[in-house]
């Protein structure tokens, strides 16, 4: 399915200028400053490709960054250094030595994680140098911006030797500037990503799913003006405004001209302030054609700034909670979705997220299952999947690796996290596809937790209120006359739109199958839920259709049959996501006959082979199409 542009000549009625966000909540803790640069819709900039092959050294012992007894690093380690070790050799070759060459390195492709470069990588986690040459011109009286996708973990760039800049957070964007640095001809780049976890960071040190250490998102180098578009955003509100705005980054971003035109409409002419913000509220036109998944219309919005132009592919369309209800443009709507991580596939999976390889997912989710809604766990996923969900129709759950048990009580953990989804919500609010920032998944409801999510839902409101706020809760599971109650008792709920319930009855604990058909939901009145996860393990090919047990297809599909069943009784039940679309790489899961290293509650294979389950979700939401 192809984007569907409108081409929009009506003529938009200019309102006084209001806040970029149409609704705020007052935070916890003051907003953490955006990044410096933010580069918002990077990707439609020209820039300078660096994908393709660059020399790797693996460096699990650090010699790289720190010598033996804490002494700075020996020459010798210095992968980042800007030097032909043969050159070097070459000129003292009665002393000389080194403990790398990364002229002689072997070559991996990037972007792609190193778990899939060579067997023996599957597995590490670590400090890695990946390095290259590149042509490039000197920046002159331009800005020049080393623009990564994404790199996991922890990273620090060098350009032609000097430390250029660092980054903390496996799946969002930055940029660092590095015009400085350049020169005209030949460059090299360096960078070291460490892929290791610990108390601080956000995912934990424990998690559910291959870390996938490494360059997972493409890097560019990218030109622009001395004062360029660094953010532009717009949104439909609820009173039928169009509202959002410009930021304008530079020596000369203050009290300057600039516009903003919607398809082929008359150009908006507006001015900076002194900050390099300008306000957008305009009234939306009559002829206004509205997102939906059964009408995925995108705009072409061009934004124009003295010598700089951006042109994003825009769609419009509220999102609301009302009582019970997910209201899309004001209709109730179901969600009809599945979970989804962020991997190809294929037997050995890099994280190479190519257009192809994302719609061959969302393609499955569209029309193999006939859904409209996917939650991408558990992390941000590629820029160039929530674009494509955009085109194709698909809404969507974004969140942030807050999971399990990361370090509540920890301020820098919280400093992470809440950098990490301003990161995300920057790079994503003009994505009509996005209906949902969820702040947590399955966490233990303690008073630091509590402080520490509520913080997040705080910051995701004031960044972004045109959409709703959710967190996938863990429950709690009592006997009460004979049945399993479940029960949504969590104090998050009052700071969350959607509440969100994982549940895994049937499969994790003693619960049977025929347990599960009697089990009865209680929560809090008057928001709506929707089951965020619930999934059991098949392998694919594996069959007992005598007896159904775990790992067999007929299970998962039994399991599903009445799992289903069950939600139909729930009256606050606005839609679902379970787990999970494939089979997808997971350390923690290690039967020799069933597991080898994936977690197996996927419909599909990692091949792409669909299981029973797979037709189950199909008719129950071919179901929902009708009601």
Request: charged fraction near 25%; proline fraction near 6%; glycine fraction near 8%.
């Amino acid at each position: 399915m192809r984007r569907t542009l409108a081409i929009l000549a009506l003529t938009l009625t200019c309102a006084a200028p209001a806040l970029a966000q149409s609704s705020t909540s007052s935070a916890s803790a003051p907003l953490p400053a955006a990044p410096a640069v933010l580069l918002t819709d990077a990707i439609n900039r020209p820039g300078q490709d660096l994908s393709g092959l660059w020399a790797y050294s693996t460096d699990l012992y650090r010699t790289a960054e720190t010598d033996i007894n804490g002494r700075p690093p020996a020459p010798r380690a210095m992968r980042y250094r800007d030097i032909s070790v043969d050159a070097e050799v070459a000129k003292k070759p009665d002393t000389e030595f080194f403990e790398f060459d990364m002229d002689k390195a072997p070559k991996a492709a990037l972007p792609g994680a190193w778990n899939a470069a060579e067997p023996e990588l599957r597995w590490f986690d670590g400090l890695m140098w990946y390095q290259r040459h590149f042509t490039a011109e000197a920046a002159g009286n331009r800005r020049a911006f080393l623009r990564f996708e994404a790199v996991n973990y922890r990273v620090k760039v060098y350009v032609n030797g000097q430390l250029a800049g660092q980054h903390e957070g496996g799946f969002t964007p930055f940029s660092i500037e590095v015009g400085k640095l350049l020169r005209a001809g030949d460059n090299q780049v360096t960078i070291g990503v460490d892929s290791t976890h610990d108390a601080t960071t956000v995912p934990p040190t424990v998690t559910d799913w291959d870390i996938y250490g490494g360059v997972t998102r493409p890097i560019r180098l990218i030109y622009t003006p001395e004062t360029f578009i660094d953010d532009e955003f717009l949104h439909l509100d609820l009173d039928g405004h169009i509202r959002g705005g410009m930021h304008l980054n530079g020596a000369s971003a203050g009290n300057r001209d600039v516009s903003v035109k919607i398809g082929a409409g008359k150009a908006i002419a507006l001015k900076t302030d002194g900050n390099g913000d300008a306000k957008i509220d305009i009234t939306a036109p009559k002829g206004l054609k509205l997102w939906s998944p059964d009408s995925p219309t995108l705009y072409d919005v061009t934004f124009t700034a003295g010598n700089d132009t951006l042109t994003d592919h825009i769609g419009f369309r509220t999102i609301q909670a009302r009582g019970t209800d997910i209201l899309l443009n004001g209709k109730p709507i179901f969600l009809r979705g599945i979970s989804m991580h962020e991997e190809e596939f294929g037997s050995n999976p890099a994280r190479r997220m190519t257009p192809e390889a994302i719609r061959a997912l969302l393609t499955e989710v569209k029309e193999g299952l006939h859904g409209n809604f996917v939650r991408l766990a558990h992390y941000p996923h590629s820029e160039l999947t929530t674009r494509m969900a955009d085109e194709m129709g698909l809404m969507i759950w974004s969140e942030i690796p807050v999971y399990w048990s990361v370090d509540f009580g920890n301020e820098k953990t919280l400093s992470t996290a809440r950098h990490m989804l301003a990161e995300n919500i920057l790079r994503d609010r003009n994505r009509a596809s996005i209906i949902v920032w969820s702040v947590g998944n399955e966490t233990p409801n303690t008073p630091e937790r509590n402080r520490f999510l509520a913080t997040l839902a705080d910051d995701a409101r004031a960044r972004d209120g045109t959409r709703l706020i959710s967190a996938a809760l863990l429950v709690s599971h009592n006997m009460k006359d004979g049945h399993i109650e479940m029960a949504i008792d969590d104090p998050l709920v009052e700071h969350l739109d959607l509440m969100a319930a994982n549940t895994y009855n049937g499969w994790y604990g003693d619960d049977t199958l025929a347990d599960v058909a009697k089990e009865t939901w209680t929560m809090p009145a008057g928001k709506p839920m929707i089951f965020s996860e619930f999934g059991a393990d098949a392998l694919a090919g594996f069959h007992d259709a005598t007896r159904p047990v775990k790992f067999t297809e007929e299970y998962q599909a039994e399991f599903y049959r009445r799992t289903l069943a069950m939600a139909d009784r729930i009256p606050a039940l606005r839609g679902m996501s379970p787990w999970i679309l494939k089979d997808f790489q997971s350390p923690r899961r290690q039967h020799p006959v069933y597991q080898n290293g994936w977690n197996r509650k996927g419909l599909m294979s990692e091949t792409g082979v669909r299981k029973e389950a797979f037709d189950v979700l199909a008719n129950y939401y071919i179901g929902k199409e009708k009601d």
